[in-house]
């Protein structure tokens, strides 16, 4: 397995957020993590990035522990997020947003635009200066620039138009088609069961459900979904 979680916990202070997670993520699969607003999917994708560690339970990546380890460690072993609220330098350009943290690898500039022509349209401009759409299409670039092994999206295109969704969800295709492996937490079902090889859910903190895209039945949606 290129990712293993086994039952992590995780606090917030003295505060208790994530009290028993497990997935795993082979190599090529895509695994979507699901569960209702506050359910401890951002939590759980922290613990695996380490930017909040887990005070028990393990996370292998690669073969390799992630304890103790500095968040920027992990992610130099080719862990690449994409985080909720796309986290862009503002001041900087596109080219240079995309630049700034790059590896060298499958990915470049080229192949980047070609995924999302937006970018090499607005090549020289603020990042600051583009719509929210194009941030987001602009923070998935950076983060496939690091050439990652596991790609992380967080809510990649909450609160986006539906066009805009479309090419989002239009790149994920691509990226699953190329082979690249993804965690992948959204709200949209008709697009996200269809992309994903297994789901894991999680209520309160706690893995509660985990199987394939086709065995989430009307029971499961309703239970822990909210659809």
């Not at 993590?33 to 339970?57: A, D, F, V, Y």
């Not at 895209?213 to 822990?224: C, F, G, M, N, Q």
Request: charged share 25%; with cysteine.
């Amino acid at each position: 397995m290129l990712l293993q979680v086994e039952d992590i916990k995780t606090f917030y202070g003295s505060s208790q957020a994530l009290f028993g997670v497990d997935l795993s993520l082979a190599e090529g699969e895509v695994v979507a993590l699901m569960g209702r607003n506050g359910m401890g999917k951002t939590t759980t994708i922290r613990s695996i990035c380490n930017l909040t560690p887990p005070k028990s339970g393990s996370i292998m990546f690669g073969g390799q522990p992630t304890a103790r380890q500095p968040a920027f460690k992990v992610a130099q072993r080719g862990l690449g997020l994409v985080p909720e609220g796309r986290r862009c330098f503002g001041s900087l350009t596109v080219y240079e947003n995309l630049t700034a943290a790059a590896r060298h690898g499958h990915w470049t500039i080229e192949r980047v635009n070609d995924l999302f022509p937006r970018l090499a349209e607005r090549r020289n401009q603020q990042a600051r200066t583009l719509s929210g759409g194009e941030q987001q299409m602009l923070a998935v670039g950076r983060a496939l620039m690091t050439n990652p092994r596991l790609l992380i999206l967080d809510e990649a295109t909450e609160g986006l138009a539906p066009v805009i969704r479309d090419d989002i969800w239009r790149a994920i295709r691509a990226l699953k088609t190329d082979g690249l492996s993804i965690l992948l937490v959204d709200k949209t079902l008709s697009e996200l069961l269809p992309v994903a090889d297994r789901c894991v859910i999680l209520e309160n903190g706690r893995s509660v459900w985990a199987g394939k895209p086709v065995e989430i039945d009307t029971d499961i949606k309703d239970r822990y979904l909210g659809v």
